[in-house]
């Protein structure tokens, strides 16, 4: 079993619809959850950052975390033909220079 | 002004050859990152360096060496290229050491290596 499981997917909605995005995990050590943007053809870009369990919006972004079920998800409300990229989770345990696991990150398309 | 700055964008090579990247940054980061991603786009760290000292060396090939002659720049030289090291790869940096468990880190905008 892989350490962080992503579904590549595609997925792809109508604009204006609900997305939620989801990643497991394995490791009962991750304390620090993020997710990423990368467009195509660029570098990723942080998105949401979460530290242990709980939610956390910003805008239109909503990130939940938990830990008890090793589940991380990503809600994207009004979504928009802008938000069509890929999306990667990714996470860390707390000590020392544990690096960051990402998923391999689900492709979305909006479509207007 | 580009934050995280890569060289080539693009690099095609025969097998054999070795060939070098170069990355840079103008944050006054300390942490500096290199990452592959394949073609399934799997993004896995290669390397980290803080303050030019390696502290992140995952199971890479001893053909793969990073050098950081100071803290803004982090380059990858690739030995004896093989078939399987296309990928794009990707440098990053981070305000600390931090960036390494959570802090953000910022990405350039990638390599594109294709060995044939």
């Known amino acids: 079993q892989k350490e962080v499981e992503q579904d590549p997917g595609p997925l792809s909605v109508p604009e204006g619809a609900i997305v939620s995005l989801n990643c497991t995990y394995s490791?009962?050590?991750?304390?620090?959850f993020m997710w990423y943007r990368q467009y195509s053809r660029k570098g990723p870009e942080l998105l949401m950052y979460t530290y242990s369990s709980g939610n956390k919006e910003d805008g239109r972004f909503t990130a939940q975390v938990d830990k008890s079920s090793k589940y991380i998800s990503l809600f994207i409300r009004d979504s928009q033909p802008s938000d069509s990229a890929t999306y990667l989770c990714a996470m860390s345990a707390y000590k020392g220079n544990t690096p960051l696991v990402f998923g391999k990150g689900t492709r979305l398309s909006v479509i207007a | 002004d580009t934050a995280v700055s890569q060289t080539p964008k693009y690099l095609v090579t025969q097998m054999g050859n070795d060939k070098s990247i170069k990355c840079e940054q103008n944050?006054?980061?300390?942490?500096m990152y290199w990452y592959k991603q394949d073609s399934k786009k799997f993004l896995k760290i290669m390397f980290s360096?803080?303050?030019?000292?390696?502290?992140i060396n995952e199971t890479v090939p001893n053909r793969f060496s990073p050098k950081s002659p100071d803290k803004a720049h982090l380059n990858l030289h690739i030995n004896s290229l093989e078939l399987g090291d296309s990928a794009v790869y990707f440098c990053a940096s981070s305000l600390t050491v931090a960036g390494v468990r959570g802090e953000t880190q910022y990405f350039g905008p990638g390599t594109r290596l294709l060995v044939l």
């Open positions: 944050l006054g980061h300390d942490t």
């Open positions: 490791n009962s050590a991750f304390q620090y």
């Open positions: 360096y803080n303050n030019k000292e390696l502290i």
